[in-house]
């Protein structure tokens, strides 16, 4: 496999799409579970339809940002030590692997992402705001949480703690997504500009993208 | 052998002397503060320099993994290790001196200022740092993720640091490094303080000269453990007889 990198991350897409396709783990679990979560809230703190249209927005990030995190994971550390030696024998560019994996993530935490979305639409009455902003906040909010879920289900793979570890590294350094995402939906609920949170969310998006591939090498060699 | 005992008791020995000393000039500096008031001023003189410590030790955790990364030397990863141990418990103790203070002045333990948050949210990630170093036996193995985590984690420190700045909150700015000279007008509150950090500093380096050393002992007990051959099931398993003649 020594063709081009956008080929190799193109070959990762497909391989982990694919996976998914046969298993079917964010699609009948982890999308379900989130769901379920939106729904035990309101029975554990109240049905009042004003509490929760207020605070669905902030719900359906932090599920967002938990349950997103097992999606970008799932993907990171399904592969076992056999099947990385053999991608490292064929010549896989390990940034490429690692890119790849972050793409493929990306795509199912959008899914996640927008089913998600409708079931806090439909369960807390939230209203959709500025368009074209929101999907901009899912995309940055989508890559960076693919970005960190790949890049610590890298560093614990084959752990003893496995992906058990990943919620502890990844939910503190998601902080700023989550502030982003949720300051975001208020400013376009406000009409003000968002432009300085979606900034620190690409500037986060960049740090980790740049950490990752760097060290996309390094710890395919551990 | 006296060289060895003093060799090997000098660090601790620096503790007791620098943390003495710090404790004689918080003691003998003004106690009532205008704002703050009575003796609870006194617990600046361990929070400012734990936080002044944790970012130091994050730092050198920091660099301690870039080191690693780029060298492959195991020296450079137990720096790292070492001082992401102190760095966590001096931001321990600056988050609980903080809510000490907090509830005395504020009247609460938390609010969700930018510093407090942060400086929480710091504390998590070198905590799943260590966490991290626990789940990996193999010390190569361990050194290589670490690192990588190392240096993703260090991203935090300016973000807490100028987070007084950059956003408006309870916690105070900076009092001591500033553009326009020390906030703290009281000559002998200002040396309590440097005192302090200068203190806490030994503390660090003594904490950091036996970590290290203690590292390299357990990586050496490990490579010994590795290299003798045990049986796979031990004495606890024999074999058993099924009777009849052999």
Same mark, same amino acid.
């Given at each position: 496999m020594t063709t081009g990198f956008w080929h190799q991350v193109t070959a990762v897409i497909n391989r982990d799409l694919l996976r998914e396709r046969r298993r079917g783990d964010v699609l009948w679990i982890t999308i379900p579970f989130g769901a379920i979560a939106l729904l035990l809230v309101p029975l554990a703190i109240g049905t009042d339809a004003i509490l929760?249209?207020?605070?669905?927005?902030?719900?359906?990030?932090?599920?967002?940002?938990?349950?997103?995190?097992?999606?970008?994971?799932?993907?990171?550390?399904?592969?076992?030590?056999?099947?990385?030696?053999?991608?490292?024998?064929?010549?896989?560019?390990?940034?490429?692997g690692f890119v790849g994996r972050a793409a493929s993530a990306t795509l199912l935490l959008l899914i996640f992402e927008t089913v998600v979305g409708l079931v806090a639409v439909g369960l807390y009455d939230v209203s959709i705001v500025g368009v074209p902003w929101l999907i901009i906040t899912l995309l940055i909010v989508a890559i960076g949480l693919a970005l960190l879920g790949t890049l610590t289900g890298s560093i614990v793979n084959s752990t003893s703690a496995g992906t058990a570890l990943v919620p502890l590294l990844v939910a503190p350094l998601s902080v700023p997504l989550l502030l982003g995402a949720t300051q975001s939906y208020e400013g376009l609920r406000l009409g003000h500009s968002i432009l300085s949170w979606v900034l620190l969310m690409a500037a986060v998006v960049l740090v980790v993208a740049i950490i990752g591939v760097l060290t996309a090498r390094p710890l395919q060699e551990t | 052998m006296q060289a060895q005992t003093l060799n090997r008791r000098w660090p601790w020995v620096a503790i007791v002397l620098s943390l003495t000393i710090a404790f004689v000039f918080a003691m003998i500096s003004p106690a009532a503060d205008s704002l703050q008031g009575f003796e609870r001023v006194r617990i600046m003189y361990v929070h400012v320099p734990a936080a002044w410590l944790a970012y130091l030790a994050f730092f050198v955790t920091f660099g301690g993994s870039v080191g690693y990364l780029i060298?492959?030397?195991?020296?450079?990863?137990?720096? *790292?290790?070492?001082? *992401?141990?102190?760095?966590?418990?001096?931001?321990?103790?600056?988050? *609980?001196?903080?809510?000490? /203070?907090?509830?005395?002045? /504020?009247?609460v333990w938390w609010t969700w200022d930018a510093r407090l948050t942060l400086t929480a949210i710091m504390f998590f990630v070198y905590l799943g740092y260590l966490a991290l170093r626990r789940?990996?036996?193999?010390?190569? $193995?361990?050194?290589?993720? @670490?690192?990588?985590?190392?240096?993703?984690? @260090?991203?935090?420190?300016?973000?807490?640091?100028?987070?007084?700045?950059? /956003?408006?909150?309870?916690?105070?700015?900076? #009092?001591?490094?500033?553009?326009?000279?020390?906030?703290?007008?009281?000559?002998?509150?200002?040396?309590?303080?440097?005192?302090?950090?200068?203190?806490?500093?030994?503390?660090?380096? #003594? $904490?950091?000269?036996?970590?290290?050393? $203690?590292?390299?002992?357990?990586?050496?007990?490990?490579?010994?453990?590795?290299?003798?051959?045990?049986?796979?099931?031990?004495?606890?398993?024999?074999?058993?007889?099924?009777?009849?003649?052999?």
């Open positions: 929760l249209r207020q605070i669905g927005p902030g719900m359906y990030w932090v599920i967002v940002m938990l349950f997103g995190v097992l999606v970008a994971v799932g993907k990171a550390s399904s592969e076992t030590l056999p099947q990385q030696d053999a991608s490292a024998l064929l010549g896989l560019d390990p940034a490429a | 060298t492959r030397n195991l020296r450079w990863d137990r720096i *790292a290790a070492a001082s *992401a141990e102190i760095g966590v418990y001096f931001t321990g103790l600056a988050i *609980a001196l903080g809510m000490i /203070w907090g509830k005395s002045t /504020w009247g789940t990996t036996d193999d010390s190569v $193995l361990r050194a290589g993720r @670490a690192a990588v985590l190392g240096v993703l984690g @260090a991203v935090q420190i300016p973000l807490v640091h100028f987070s007084v700045i950059w /956003w408006r909150g309870l916690h105070q700015g900076p #009092s001591v490094v500033r553009a326009d000279g020390p906030a703290i007008q009281d000559p002998l509150m200002l040396t309590a303080l440097i005192v302090g950090v200068l203190a806490f500093t030994v503390v660090y380096v #003594s $904490l950091m000269v036996k970590r290290i050393e $203690l590292i390299h002992l357990e990586d050496r007990k490990a490579a010994i453990d590795q290299s003798i051959e045990r049986p796979v099931a031990g004495e606890a398993v024999t074999v058993p007889d099924l009777g009849g003649s052999s």
